[in-house]
């Protein structure tokens, strides 16, 4: 297991494509909580109704497709350049492969969340000057806060990877799960009650609040989110280690 870990990093981060991707998806959204920060006018009526202490968090939603990419790149790639042949055939078991795949992936995605989220929280509040808070003023739920984006990270991610070994191809966890992502499932809300209880929607509120529009609290919702990332985890290893050998 240690050598399938050892090769299944070295293939991850010397791929240019997965690099760029993980730089961005550290770097997004602390920029862009920077940016928000400086832009805030605390002297609207939205800006007082905005809770202090979720400055940084609300870009949180914009490392998610990052994410999604970043996992199907690291799941997909062999399917790509051909070269699952060559890795089932160095390691047989590929209920190795695949566990050292998503070890990978996991891992990865819960250090950009806590390290791209706890930039994020930081860089905001700096820029927030006087309607920030201070250091010593962060919160508890503040922390937690920074966990659940790095627990809805590695869902979301290990989902895309998932998705990515079932369709041997990364380009359909892009499609399907980038607009749902960005906004799709959310705008159905309305209409589909029971959208909310899809993956991207149940676990939303691990990242941040949306008070009121009949989402699942976060941690019923990050069950159901994770019961979605299990079964599709599950589906992807019953196929892959009978179907996947021609790469």
Known sequence: MIRSLRAEWTKALTLRSVQGTLAAALLVPPALALASGLAFDGATA????FPVESHGFETAGFGQPL????????AGSEYADGQLRTTL???PR???VIAAKVTVIATTTVLIGILATSAAV???HAALGEQGLSISEFSAGMGWNVVGVAVNYTLIGVISAAITLLARTSVVALVVLVPVVLGLSLSLLGVL???RFLPDLAGIQLLTGYPGIGLLDPLPGGLVMATWTLLLAVASWLVFRTRDTDG
């Open 46 to 49: 939205a800006a007082r109704s």
């Open 67 to 74: 994410i999604i990419l970043l996992a199907a790149l690291i």
């Open 89 to 91: 055939t160095a390691t």
């Open 94 to 96: 590929r209920g190795r």
């Open 122 to 124: 930081l860089l905001a």
């Open 193 to 195: 009650p029971w959208v």
